[in-house]
């Protein structure tokens, strides 16, 4: 079974307080799934790798064989693809860790998209920050 998996992390001065949502829907655009996580003082980046993991938790827990994930971070994108090399300590578990869950499925892709064409996983992220409040 394939999911797509809208991921999103923001937060709110870099770092600042964050959160990550996910929004998983089958390819025919039905959502089966939204989640969100609360991440306390990290940087976006983090935040947006901690996103990714979140989707893919729950694409497993669906039973997911194959994801799309879709973000609108260009760095992630390409660190996950191996476009760009992971420099930041931080970010290094954290790309060897969504390198590791992403293993764990038959097939998979990563890919970017314009902020507009990821609403939903950042409506998630904002609804969550501002309860948070």
Do not use: C
């Amino acid at each position: 079974m394939k999911l797509i998996v809208h991921v999103d992390g923001g937060s709110r001065g870099n770092p600042g307080p964050a959160a990550a949502g996910a929004v998983l829907s089958t390819p025919d655009g039905d959502v089966v799934d939204e989640a969100t996580e609360l991440l306390g003082i990290v940087s976006n980046n983090v935040a947006e790798y901690r996103a990714l993991l979140l989707g893919l938790q729950r694409a497993r827990a669906l039973g997911a064989t194959e994801v799309e994930a879709v973000n609108d971070s260009e760095l992630i994108a390409k660190q996950v693809n191996g476009q760009y090399k992971v420099k930041h300590a931080d970010m290094k578990p954290l790309h060897a860790e969504a390198l590791a869950a992403l293993g764990e499925f038959d097939g998979w892709t990563v890919r970017t998209v314009r902020r507009e064409q990821n609403a939903h996983a950042d409506a998630l992220v904002n609804a969550a920050l501002d309860a948070a409040r």
